[in-house]
């Protein structure tokens, strides 16, 4: 995703329904999503979007962005609801995997509220090592890229949650 990108992503966002911009922001989306999608579709060594089209129109993001660790970087994903449950997501978070080793990132970290069960599927059938902490009504995850998907894992995370 480029700055070209950004009508297409202020789009997909608008779209959200009040429930899904819940899950995405943890509150109704910013009122001027622009600034944000600005930021998302910054192409450099500490950015990444990555999109999913249908016949031309943007039906899901994910990003990363690095953070103070050069090896760490916070990743998030939204996909429009009526394509939700297709693997889209499964997808998205796949390609950003690759980019993100590609980048030198070892460790992917994301915040997601316990209610957004699809989020927390998508994220355990990478079968990545994974930490996971409650924070309230969210749990932080920390995705570890160090080596491929467990292959006995078969879509289930092997780390033990805390």
């Known amino acids: 995703m480029t700055a070209a990108d950004v009508p297409a992503v202020v789009a997909l966002y608008e779209s959200l329904d009040a429930h899904d911009g819940y899950l995405r922001f943890f509150a109704a989306p910013p009122r001027d999503i622009s600034i944000l999608v600005s930021k998302l579709t910054t192409v450099d060594r500490g950015h990444a979007a990555i999109g999913a089209f249908d016949s031309g129109q943007l039906i899901g ?4 962005v690095r953070l103070d660790d050069p090896g760490t970087a916070e990743v998030a994903l939204v996909v429009r609801h009526d394509h939700q449950l297709h693997g889209i997501g499964s997808a998205l ?3 950003l995997v690759k980019t993100a080793r590609d980048r030198g990132i070892h460790t992917l970290v994301a915040e997601v509220l316990l209610e957004n069960s699809t989020m927390l599927k998508v994220i355990a059938e990478t ?4 930490r996971r902490r409650r924070e309230g009504s969210a749990t932080h995850i920390e995705i570890e890229l160090g080596g491929e998907p467990e292959p006995e894992a078969h879509g289930h ?3 033990p949650s805390r």
């Open 61 to 64: 993001v994910a990003n990363l």
């Open 93 to 95: 978070l796949a390609r």
């Open 127 to 130: 079968g990545l090592r994974t």
């Open 157 to 159: 995370n092997r780390t």
